[in-house]
């Protein structure tokens, strides 16, 4: 069975995506890592809606995403999209971290546009900063982008970003690949499997993988002073603009 836009069934929302992280650099030095992680797999129109002692563990804060004005996360979203000239009002799926114990920090934010050809990539940096990509994926899935966004000091805003997305019952996978000058110098994903978002589910993702955001805050300095250890050059970081609709 597939659903408009091109999807496959979707699981049943809100939904807890547990699997892992990877990432790995090819060029200048050789560095790979997995990561044990969950993810939430939402409806923009029907977020979770949680008993007192388990929001703690997880909130949808308006302000974490596209630009945070308001009221909404979809009303964030559809204001990006209609200042890219584009009239949608249909159903949306986000992939990304809940805030845990009033943390957040989600490296990569996926809304699928469920219904259309847009998929929404919301891309956060260490510093703060946000950067919108608007993509349309072909059949299987992937979709190019030119890297417009500083997002590691260890990689020049330069080159393309190959996307790979895939959102079914069984399986949610998103795979960023940057290539410069036809060779591939980076690559991340994140691959899990969706369940309902039960309390046992959400109680279970939280003990295994404990205070989720932080520890992915961690992890990225950590592996960061690993590269800046063994001397890989540190880009400068220009000025990023902010973008149309999210203001």
């Known amino acids: 069975m597939t659903i408009a836009g091109g999807y ?5 929302l809100p939904a807890i995506v547990t699997g892992a992280v990877r990432h790995g650099r090819s060029a200048p030095i050789r560095h790979a890592f997995r990561h044990r992680a969950y993810q939430w797999l939402v409806d923009l129109d029907d977020l979770p809606r949680l008993p007192s002692y388990l929001r703690p563990l997880a909130r949808f804060d ?10 909404t996360i979809k009303a964030n979203l559809l204001r990006c999209l209609a200042a890219r000239g584009i009239d949608f009002d249909g159903k949306v799926v986000m992939l990304a971290n809940a805030r845990v114990l009033g943390h957040i920090f989600d490296p990569l934010t996926v ?5 259309s050809p847009y998929v929404v990539a919301e891309v956060h940096n260490t510093y703060g900063e946000r950067h919108v990509y608007l993509l349309t994926p072909d059949a299987t899935g992937a979709a190019e982008a030119a890297k417009e966004f500083y997002v590691s000091p260890f990689n020049a805003v330069s080159g393309r970003y190959r996307l790979t997305f895939e959102l079914d019952r069984d399986r949610v996978r998103v795979q960023v690949a940057l290539s410069r000058e036809g060779k591939q110098l980076f690559g991340a994903s994140f691959e899990g499997t969706p369940r309902p978002a039960t309390r046992r589910a959400l109680l279970t993702a939280a003990i295994r993988t404990p205070l989720m955001t932080q520890r992915v805050s961690v992890l990225i300095r950590l592996h960061g002073v690993w590269l800046w ?7 400068k970081r220009p000025p990023h603009p902010l973008q149309e609709g999210l203001r």
């Open 8 to 12: 496959p069934s979707l699981p049943i």
């Open 62 to 71: 308006v302000r974490d995403h596209l630009g945070g004005t308001g009221p």
């Open 111 to 115: 809304f699928w546009c469920v219904g």
């Open 229 to 235: 250890a063994r001397r890989l050059p540190v880009m």
